[in-house]
């Protein structure tokens, strides 16, 4: 169990650039989540994946923002045009499909928009 | 509602008792949890309960879920520096999801 890697951990940008960030999930999780925390915030959902099914998006994740997740292992997210206000911590997270026994996160990539 | 409160911060001496507490809206979450976050860091699970209980213990760890006024508490036994942290409530709402909705976080500081 390597646990949940993100990649890359920063990422500086400018306005109006896409970026796309990446997760690869503890391997015998079929569950995958991706967060947004900005500063002195909890985490806000944005959206989950059972399998390669996106299941549930948020109504943060605006017509910018898209996430894939092809083959049900790794997932990413891209923000196309980037705003200053995107600027925030994106986690990834993973779970079992059985049970709610809490997330594993990742470390986070932590993007901002210059 | 989906909300979830906590207060902001908490400052401790080193081996005293820290209680971070919650305050959740949806009365119908069966599951909630207790994650902790250093700086730069992901999110660590810590701890969790299921709606029907009221205790957990867990080694320094001890939750208190008063379902009537939607409250949990965690506390902390023999707080050490290395537990300055975020903490962070969560539940899920049992609304056929599996996000969870987390609270703003209680930055706890354990003076030496």
């Known amino acids: 169990d390597t646990g949940v890697s993100q990649n890359p951990r920063h990422k500086i940008t400018k306005r109006g650039q896409n970026v796309t960030f990446r997760c690869d999930p503890i391997s015998e999780h079929n569950r995958l989540y991706w967060y947004r925390q900005t500063l002195g915030q909890g985490p806000e959902f944005l959206t989950y994946?059972?399998?390669?099914?996106?299941?549930?998006k948020s109504r943060l994740l605006s017509d910018r923002f898209s996430a894939e997740r092809p083959k049900g292992s790794f997932s990413t997210l891209e923000i196309q045009r980037t705003e200053q206000g995107d600027s925030a911590m994106y986690l990834c997270a993973s779970s079992r499909r059985t049970g709610n026994y809490g997330y594993t996160f990742g470390s986070g990539t932590r993007l901002t928009v210059v | 509602g989906e909300d979830v409160e906590q207060s902001l911060f908490l400052s401790v001496r080193e081996g005293d008792s820290s209680v971070i507490n919650c305050t959740y809206t949806d009365s119908s979450s069966t599951y909630l949890y207790w994650y902790k976050q250093e700086p730069g860091a992901g999110l660590q699970l810590l701890t969790y309960?299921?709606?029907?209980?009221d205790m957990k213990q867990d080694q320094r760890l001890t939750v208190l879920l008063n379902k009537k006024d939607k409250h949990l508490s965690l506390r902390i036994a023999d707080t050490q520096t290395g537990d300055s942290a975020i903490y962070f409530c969560a539940e899920i709402p049992t609304s056929g999801t599996y996000k969870y909705i987390f609270g703003t976080g209680t930055r706890l500081k354990v003076l030496a």
């Open positions: 309960i299921f709606s029907n209980m």
């Open positions: 994946f059972q399998n390669e099914a996106q299941l549930e």
